[in-house]
């Protein structure tokens, strides 16, 4: 079993700007990647950024140039850095995590989700 644990979710304005941390923890052999996804009302979830474990990483168009993700290996945690926040920005931030548990499986592990508001 795997568990995310999340935080920095809020609300914030036009312009500003947001750090969201993901933790995971549990039977851990190894992460191949860990990630960001959002879910806005009405829409589908959708990636944002994504980051390997040799640090390969990738983008939504959206954010590129606006949002930085970031890992701590040793620490088996994930952030992601949001600047210039805008209010499309607004959904349900998830993070997300495959690997290898302990017992030698891949897994696939989404955390909560927390709110991430952009408004005025």
């Known amino acids: 079993q795997v568990q995310l644990v999340e935080s920095g979710g809020g609300l914030v304005q036009p312009g500003g700007s947001l750090r969201l941390s993901c933790a995971a923890s549990g039977s851990i052999f190894s992460i191949n990647r860990m990630g960001w996804y959002r879910q806005a009302p009405g829409k589908t979830r959708e990636l944002v950024a994504a980051?390997?474990?040799?640090?390969?990483?990738n983008y939504a168009d959206s954010v590129k140039g606006r949002f930085t993700i970031s890992r701590a290996n040793a620490k088996n945690t994930v952030h992601l850095l949001m600047n210039s926040l805008k209010p499309e920005d607004t959904a349900v931030y998830y993070c997300?995590?495959?690997?290898?548990?302990?017992?030698?499986?891949?897994?696939?592990?989404w955390g909560q989700g927390t709110q991430v508001t952009v408004s005025s």
């Open positions: 997300n995590s495959r690997g290898t548990t302990g017992g030698g499986n891949p897994y696939e592990y």
């Open positions: 980051i390997t474990s040799g640090s390969n990483t």
